[in-house]
């Protein structure tokens, strides 16, 4: 997949629809009893990136200070979404020590990870920073997690909403009508190439998730230094 020319299709797209009235509210953010859960491989950025995302999100709260904004302890990036959340899946369901040994076999030919995080794309319902990594190394890794998780009985949904390809990071969902799209996306315009960075990626995390990574939610189930 040529990343930039799908990050920049998304925003074309997006942002036309956001500044038409056709974005998609996001209703279960508030629903205390929205009980849909998952099993996450993920990455998190570094500190210095997660501030200057937290500078990009203070511009854009200041505009539309009623959206969903991801606090630093949230903000992530997907490397494979295990079991997809839905409703009612509990860790009891699973054995999570098969989870954690199929990784570790993944991870033995791993090379390091570094991502750039440089400017802002946008979904219908999302506000995203654009990951970027800079080698196959995590294309790579995921190929070797799908393989290894296929040939085995695990309980797993692997790529059954979509085969995931890209290192982006949700940092805002619309959970209100917006009060001034035009505002919004003219910021969102100026940090449209930003470089925010870039960082090796140091450790993975093996987490129990509810559908927006919060992270009163989020139990994690293992740590794997790289």
């Not at 205390?32 to 990136?49: C, H, K, M, Q, Y």
């Not at 209100?176 to 470089?195: G, N, T, W």
Request: proline share 3%; hydrophobic share 35%.
């Amino acid at each position: 997949m040529d990343l930039k020319q799908h990050y920049n299709q998304l925003y074309k797209t997006s942002s036309e629809a956001i500044l038409q009235g056709n974005y998609k509210l996001d209703t279960q953010i508030s629903d205390a009893s929205d009980s849909r859960f998952g099993v996450t491989l993920l990455i998190r950025p570094n500190e210095t990136l997660k501030n200057k995302i937290h500078s990009f999100l203070d511009e854009l709260k200041a505009i539309e200070p009623e959206q969903y904004y991801y606090p630093d302890s949230d903000i992530h990036i997907t490397v494979l979404s295990i079991i997809s959340c839905y409703e009612g899946f509990t860790l009891d369901k699973i054995k999570i020590q098969d989870y954690i040994d199929i990784i570790q076999q993944s991870l033995v030919h791993l090379d390091k990870i570094k991502i750039e995080f440089r400017g802002i794309t946008a979904s219908p319902s999302a506000i995203m920073i654009q990951g970027f990594p800079t080698d196959e190394s995590l294309n790579d890794f995921r190929e070797k997690l799908r393989e290894n998780f296929k040939k085995s009985t695990l309980q797993q949904s692997i790529d059954s909403r979509y085969s995931i390809a890209t290192a982006h990071s949700t940092v805002l969902r619309f959970k209100e009508k917006l009060q001034k799209p035009e505002k919004l996306m003219h910021i969102v315009k100026q940090f449209r190439d930003f470089d925010f960075g870039e960082f090796t990626v140091e450790n993975l995390e093996l987490v129990y998730n509810d559908w927006y990574q919060r992270e009163k939610n989020t139990i994690q189930l293992a740590k794997f230094m790289i």
